[in-house]
């Protein structure tokens, strides 16, 4: 850094965007007050149309770079701290949409061992999944796992015992919703006996999909706080439809599509109302959908986080 701090003219710092290896060289540069650009591979490979990889050496790796960067000196974007919260993003949206995918599986797994022990036992709550991944309908299979835990006991015995779960869960407890619930229950006919083996496959499936949910929950929290410190978050937060819960199409769009130092879409030059004309497709015109678009477009040809 010595020798680059005293050299005459403009000097920048340029390096491939890969993965995660750039990231402290980037940021000890950055600290230093060198002027430091991270691009992404697929355009330096491109660049003169060979490639980079045709002869693996540092040395020629390093001269297509610089090349390169001598060539598109004015273009070059300089690198920050935020193009890390991007590439942490992205790194969360995919962990997120794993979690998901397990998560899916994980519940109707569950479902389909409940229809043998407790059948329709997930349509007697509708409340809303909570902020640690936690349902309402998943804590009372945990402890009614089967329909007998509630038909055998008298009304007087079940309101009790629904009430002290309420309590210890921290649900709203009602009497017309106890009786509901044991009502239902002395309508049903399990397909499989109270027993010890049902018990275990019951409660280990929950076990499963509470640890996974709590774990996709962990991620999106930690999406939404990355996020909140990009400067583009606002600006994508006022769009229709778009809120903290916003599927993962937002999330991508904030780890770089609408970054304002692109060279491919000047920001400050888009007004909301301006991304909100969709061309050819007027029929789905809307915030949400150039929000998609464009994170589309510019995560394909320019975005160094999104190179992948």
């Excluded at 000890?28 to 007050?33: A, D, E, F, M, W």
């Excluded at 018990?199 to 939404?224: D, G, Y």
Aim: hydrophobic share 35%.
């Amino acid at each position: 850094m010595e020798k680059l701090s005293v050299l005459d003219g403009e000097v920048k710092v340029v390096m491939e965007h890969t993965g995660n290896y750039y990231e402290s060289i980037a940021n000890v540069l950055y600290r230093s007050g060198l002027w430091v650009s991270a691009v992404n591979p697929l355009l330096i490979r491109e660049y003169g149309g060979n490639s980079l990889r045709n002869v693996k050496t540092d040395k020629v790796d390093a001269k297509k770079i610089a090349r390169y960067a001598l060539d598109n000196w004015e273009e070059l974007r300089q690198y920050t701290p935020m193009d890390t919260i991007r590439y942490q993003l992205k790194t969360l949206n995919r962990q997120f949409q794993l979690a998901s995918k397990n998560r899916t599986a994980c519940s109707n797994n569950l479902i389909a061992l409940l229809e043998q022990s407790y059948p329709g036992v997930r349509s007697l709550f509708n409340s809303p999944v909570r902020l640690d991944g936690s349902q309402k309908w998943v804590d009372f299979a945990n402890t009614f796992w089967h329909v007998d835990c509630v038909a055998k006991l008298s009304l007087n015995a079940f309101t009790e015992r629904y009430r002290k779960w309420c309590k210890r869960h921290g649900y709203n407890f009602s009497v017309t919703k106890a009786a509901e619930i044991h009502e239902n229950a002395r309508t049903l006919f399990p397909l499989v006996p109270k027993s010890d083996t049902t018990k275990l496959l019951v409660k280990e499936a929950i076990t499963q999909l509470n640890t996974i949910s709590h774990t996709a929950e962990a991620f999106r929290a930690e999406m939404n706080r990355l996020a909140a410190q990009l400067p583009e978050y606002e600006t994508v937060m006022k769009m229709t439809g778009v809120g903290p819960s916003a599927s993962s199409w937002r999330r991508s769009a904030t780890s770089g599509a609408l970054h304002t130092r692109s060279p491919w879409w000047p920001l400050p030059a888009l007004t909301l109302a301006e991304m909100t004309q969709v061309p050819g497709n007027p029929t789905r015109a809307g915030p949400a959908n150039a929000a998609r678009l464009i994170c589309a477009k510019l995560c394909l040809s320019s975005c160094p986080s999104c190179s992948s």
